[in-house]
């Protein structure tokens, strides 16, 4: 079975730094073919994909957010870390961590974590 | 362009059909994937590979693409069906991946 869970602060100030942990079973990002994903969801509004690492440790960011976003993986843990520098409160959403599955021209995020919560405080 | 446009809202009568679309450029090249929400809950992913449904899925959902526009249909709508529903896609580019504006079903 397929499980992942973030987890992080639920609250942050402006400026700071966010951290944000994936933790998941079920897979390996050693597998060929894997991908972990980070996508947000403000309060009310649509869902915004953020980044995304693969087996390969190849690294994908949203260009709009890509100078304030790190993603890495720690394969032995099975963690995917996201870093988000200078924090806003228009940053304060839901994060998501999902698996990316699929070929090229047709993939999907298959299994979502439950989501954690971030507040950015002004 | 990368962005994927979908209908705000939409609303069916119970046990009637309904479609859901998506339009944008990058559907021209890569397939759409499509996901449920609940208030509160994580997306469920309903519909992927072109027309495929995970384990679960009902088979009153399916999916098809014409041109630029992607489809979700759901035949016999049911009251649990009910929700916001996104389209997923890679962006032209490749490398990047974009949601939709979300369509909220309402089931009369």
């Known amino acids: 079975q397929v499980t992942l869970r973030e987890s992080g602060p639920a609250l942050v100030k402006s400026t700071q730094t966010l951290t944000l942990t994936c933790s998941f079973s079920g897979f390996s990002l050693s597998t060929a073919g894997m991908s972990v994903s980070w996508i947000r969801q403000p309060p009310g509004r649509a869902l915004e994909w953020v980044a995304l690492?693969?087996?390969?440790?190849?690294?994908y960011y949203s260009t709009s957010l890509k100078t304030r976003l790190t993603i890495s993986k720690d394969t032995p843990k099975n963690q995917v870390v996201l870093t988000m520098t200078d924090m806003d409160p228009v940053d304060t959403a839901t994060y998501f961590c999902?698996?990316?599955?699929?070929?090229?021209?047709?993939?999907?995020?298959?299994?979502w974590g439950p989501g954690t919560k971030v507040t950015v405080s002004s | 362009s990368s962005e994927l446009t979908q209908d705000p809202a939409v609303s069916v009568a119970l046990g009637q059909t309904v479609r859901i679309t998506c339009q944008g450029d990058?559907?021209?090249?890569?397939?759409a994937s499509w996901y449920q929400q609940k208030p509160g809950q994580a997306p469920l992913l309903v519909i992927y590979?072109?027309?495929n449904r995970p384990s679960g899925i009902p088979d009153r959902f399916s999916a098809s693409r014409s041109g630029n526009t992607a489809s979700l249909t759901i035949t016999a709508t049911q009251a649990e069906d009910e929700g916001d529903y996104y389209c997923n896609s890679r962006v032209s580019s490749g490398n990047r991946w974009v949601f939709g504006g979300g369509t909220k079903l309402t089931v009369l």
């Open positions: 999902a698996r990316l599955r699929g070929d090229y021209e047709s993939d999907a995020f298959d299994v």
């Open positions: 990058t559907l021209r090249n890569y397939y």
């Open positions: 690492i693969d087996w390969d440790d190849d690294k």
């Open positions: 590979n072109r027309n």
